[in-house]
């Protein structure tokens, strides 16, 4: 027998076939990563470049613990 895939947590998919015989499967997620582009976004929220980010992590954070 293969083994379905399954790790603790997963959601399984149960699918009865025409010859009575059940296929189990891992579900896996159908999404694309660029679904979620987005989702963290605020109206009226300022945004920063990478550069800008970059520049205020360095001053704010530098040597502090």
Not at 21 to 49: C, H, N, Q, W
């Amino acid at each position: 027998m293969n083994h379905p895939g399954v790790q603790p947590g997963d959601r399984i998919v149960l699918d009865k076939l025409p010859d009575g015989r059940v296929l189990m499967k891992a579900e896996r997620p159908t999404g694309k990563i660029r679904d979620a582009y987005g989702l963290l976004e605020k109206k009226d929220a300022p945004s920063f470049s990478i550069e800008q980010i970059n520049r205020i992590s360095a001053q704010d954070w530098a040597g502090r613990r």
